[in-house]
């Protein structure tokens, strides 16, 4: 049976950890052998190796902050999610933040501070980040709002608190339509949950700013379109190599080389695949297949994991990982809050 909406938004959240946590073992690998995932994750199972013994990096931590500014303010304030940015880095700073990302979130921490998207908007010689950092923490946004256009909205401004670049807060906002339309089942139905995605992204990168962005980069027009397309000649091909997958959509740090990726993997894995356990269901075959591919393997798996949480829902999650990792009994918990504040703005409208 489907899983239920709360089930669904308990899965993306822990299922969001769950990828940062086992996805911090390979990050930066270039070559990823699925024996040694599996090694992996097999070793999960070992009770012996205590609970949460997986630390969370900046994925999760930034995540929890959107979520409980989310929470505290029922709806989206910039200053309440700045201050809460700087203030979770000023108190863990050591959770492996990008090189570029750690000067906005100390700028961000200044009292005297107006304008929070400023600091952001100087990254990169005024270019901004086109990093998967805003992306990486969207989620949240998709169990909070019920309208794709909010999602969208408040998706994109979340992201620009330290993402300036189209590029960058772009991801964020395909990355929270993505959670969007896996909770609404919509993965039920592979062509159709793509081809939406597609549409969608057609309107938000049909902007002056995301049109001169893509011509600045080098890109093609409309650059998250067209890997959204490759994922759809990907998902029609008989089969498809690790490193197919690579060279067509990436596996790096920058948002466009992630979030298609992340996508491609929920979906790849929908059907049980050669090489992975015939013993694994969907979610799963979905957090060992990203970190199969390499590279940005924490981010790829917890954007991943989130989509894929949204659709399988928090049973598909063996108990061995979810206890593994830190931060997944309050993932579980931040869920519940945001399904409440979900269904009370859902009664108001
Ligand atoms: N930072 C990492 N991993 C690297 C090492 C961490 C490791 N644990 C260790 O300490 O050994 N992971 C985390 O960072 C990614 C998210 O990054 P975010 O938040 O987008 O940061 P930033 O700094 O804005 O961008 C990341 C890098 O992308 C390049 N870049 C971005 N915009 C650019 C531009 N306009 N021009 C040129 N380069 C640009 C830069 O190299 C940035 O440093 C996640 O993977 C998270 O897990
Ligand atoms: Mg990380
Ligand atoms: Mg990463």
Redesign the pocket.
Known sequence: APASLLSRFRGALVAAVLGDCVGGEF?GAEDVPLDRVLQHLSGLEDETRGDGILQY?D?TAMTRCVAQSLLTRMGFDEQDMARSFAKEYSLAPGR?YGSGVIQVLRKLASPQLSDVFQPARAQFGGRGSFG?GGA?RAAPFALAFRSAADVRRYARFGAMLTHSCSLGYNGAVLQALAVHLSLQGDLALPQKFISKLISEMEEVENDETSRSDAKVLNLAEFPYCARLHRVKELMEQNSVSIEEVISELGNG?AALESVPTAIFCVLHCLEPREGLPECYGGLERTIAYSLALGG????IACMAGAIAGAHYGISAIPQSWLKSCEGAEEAEHLAERLYKLYNITQSEE
């Open positions: 990050e990096s994925d492996g998967n990486m740090i940005d393997t924490d981010t």
